[in-house]
């Protein structure tokens, strides 16, 4: 089964120091890997999805994640963090669905918290 | 594209009561899928339409949730007899469907809560 799991519950960084969450997945085959980013009283955005093409994938607003097989990880960087990074930022994989669609399975998410 | 809208934004019921949620996606977009999420947790996977027919439902869909996308544009989710463990965030998210992988964009989502 496909799962991912994001290794911080809370991640705290000042503003314009760099930004980085974690997130390992499991997986049989190849995976497709997204960023899901959820500001308060908002819906989820994505900011950036692998799906086995460059494994280095650059995102919106800055962000970028490496898919490395041999870590089985996908963490989410960003060089500088602004003030408007505070969210919940949610580590996801995509299982293929009957009739083509895919299921996406959620991590349990990272609140970034950035300060002045 | 006004992007992926949901009615109500918040609901607020006595348990036992029935609610109904209804989701529009994108236009043009032939896939749609529920998710349900609760405080802390991250989105969980509830059913899924590919136009009209409803191809799968996660074992989280008792008996007592039905969905249907009558004409292959606008969904509803009912849910019968509410208990207290329905209270909940419920998105729609709505995807092209030009590939296993495309993106998925998801609506504010409807607050439940069972009194």
């Known amino acids: 089964a496909q799962s991912v799991t994001q290794l911080d519950s809370h991640v705290s960084v000042s503003e314009g120091t760099p930004v980085l969450l974690r997130c390992n997945y499991s997986?049989?085959?190849?995976?497709?890997l997204f960023w899901y980013v959820q500001h308060p009283n908002k819906g989820l955005q994505l900011l950036l999805k692998?799906?086995?093409?460059?494994?280095l994938v650059k995102g919106i607003n800055g962000f970028e994640a490496e898919f490395k097989k041999s870590e089985t990880s996908f963490h989410l960087t960003k060089p500088s963090a602004h003030m408007s990074d505070a969210a919940e930022y949610f580590c996801v994989v995509s299982v293929r669905l009957t009739g083509g669609g895919n299921k996406l399975t959620f991590g349990t998410g990272t609140q970034l918290k950035v300060e002045l | 594209d006004t992007g992926v809208s949901q009615d109500p934004r918040h609901k607020i019921t006595k348990r036992g009561q029935n609610v109904t949620f209804r989701c529009d996606p994108i236009s043009e977009h032939n896939r749609l899928y529920w998710y349900r999420q609760t405080l802390g947790q991250g989105p969980e996977f509830l059913t899924y339409?590919?136009?009209?027919?409803?191809?799968?439902k996660s074992r989280l869909l008792s008996d007592r949730f039905s969905a249907e996308r009558p004409k292959g544009s606008f969904s509803t989710l009912e849910i019968q007899r509410t208990e207290q463990g329905d209270s909940a965030m419920y998105l729609c998210?709505?995807?092209?469907?030009?590939?296993?992988?495309?993106?998925?964009?998801f609506g504010p989502g409807t607050r439940l809560t069972v009194l």
């Open positions: 998210a709505s995807s092209l469907g030009a590939s296993s992988a495309d993106t998925q964009y």
């Open positions: 997986s049989s085959y190849s995976p497709s």
């Open positions: 339409f590919q136009n009209e027919a409803q191809l799968e």
């Open positions: 692998y799906t086995s093409a460059a494994t």
